[in-house]
């Protein structure tokens, strides 16, 4: 069976599992995975170490500026994110990143900087894709969109365990409010705002395990395309 060369857009709320699934679809079909979160998050790195994020006010003109200067943000072995030569994948993910990232993203110069690295990772197709706003704004034509959702406790249980096992523990609270405090800036801000895409299958993974999540699939992408895994 010959897979098409489409773009998959996996877009839903913080924590819902978005990358796993995506990862675990890319690899079945043998496509290209790509975090937008992680860029986001890479670029909140890069503001902060340059202090240009102060409480929860960013300066605007010195990071637009920064910005050029950037370290070219890529993907290494098992889609562990870098900033130039460094590994920064343990950095982005760590509750200090976590707080600020939504207001760097809600940003439209850095919103500008990441779509074009994500235009030019998709331009080919074979590309699965999670994010906030792919199949609203960076790829409004992707073929296939997935809208992740899943209740408030799940998620939060999904981050904290996730938080323990990278032997960073964090207490459930702090991940329930920055989880809400994320998803509140990223659907309120102006520029591309989280928003289910119209044509996009939605996805509640509330009570659902992976397997059961990738049968979901199966069946679309079959009565879609007529792919079978
Ligand atoms: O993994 P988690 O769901 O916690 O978040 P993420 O996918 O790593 O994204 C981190 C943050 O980046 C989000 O809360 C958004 O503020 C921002 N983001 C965005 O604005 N647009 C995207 N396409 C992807 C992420």
């Known amino acids: ?15 819902t599992g978005k990358s796993t699934l995506a990862k ?7 496509f290209t995975y790509l975090d937008s979160g992680a860029m986001y998050r890479a670029v909140t790195l890069f ?15 010195a990071l637009r500026e920064a910005l050029s200067s950037c370290p070219d943000i890529h993907f290494g072995e098992g889609n562990k994110a870098y900033l130039g030569e460094r590994c920064v994948e343990k950095e982005i993910r760590s509750m200090k990143v976590s707080s600020k990232v939504s207001p760097v993203a809600a940003l439209a110069f850095v919103r500008a900087f990441v779509d074009e690295k ?14 906030r706003d792919i ?17 408030d406790e799940v998620r939060a249980r999904r981050r904290f365990d996730e938080l323990v096992q990278k032997g960073t523990p964090t207490p459930m609270e702090e991940v329930l409010t920055n989880l809400k405090e994320r998803d509140y ?15 996009a ?3 509640d993974n509330s009570d659902m395990t992976l397997r059961e999540e990738l049968t979901w699939l199966q069946g679309v992408l079959q009565g879609r395309f007529g792919i079978l895994q």
């Open 1 to 15: 069976m010959v897979i098409p060369d489409i773009i998959i857009a996996i877009d839903g709320y913080s924590a």
């Open 24 to 30: 675990e679809i890319a690899r079945t079909l043998g």
């Open 47 to 61: 503001a902060m170490e340059k202090g240009l994020i102060k409480g929860s006010k960013v300066d605007e003109p």
């Open 118 to 131: 994500l235009h030019e990772a998709g331009s080919k197709g074979r590309v699965v894709m999670d994010g």
């Open 135 to 151: 199949g609203t704004a960076v790829f409004p034509d992707a073929q296939l969109k997935i809208f992740v959702t899943a209740s």
């Open 185 to 199: 800036i990223d659907s309120h801000r102006e520029t591309n705002p989280l928003r289910q895409a119209s044509d």
């Open 201 to 203: 299958f939605v996805l």
